[in-house]
């Protein structure tokens, strides 16, 4: 997300823009409790932009789809975000 801060949440496009809006307001606040695991939001951000350049790498582009088969874990967020 570039540019200013939004003046309202519905200003955001996608659940990407959600997530790096959140880092920047939120950053160290969790995100979630995953099986005992506390995820911030600056770590879901970071992890997934690393998926994302992981999968971009294997030629996976913007509006290819991609299946996602992995149990409850914080993976599964990272690839999802990713």
């Known amino acids: 997300m570039t540019g200013s801060a939004p003046a309202s949440l519905h200003e955001l496009g996608t659940l ?4 790096h809006f959140r880092r920047e307001t939120c950053g160290d606040r969790v995100f979630l409790d995953m099986l005992g695991e506390e995820i911030s939001f600056a770590e879901l951000a970071r992890q997934s932009e690393r998926y994302g350049v992981a999968f971009r790498r294997r030629g996976i582009g913007k509006g290819d ?3 996602i088969i992995l149990p409850t874990s914080k993976e599964f967020l990272f690839s999802f975000f990713g």
């Not at 990407?16 to 997530?19: A, S, T």
């Open 16 to 19: 990407v823009d959600l997530l």
């Open 65 to 67: 789809r991609l299946a």
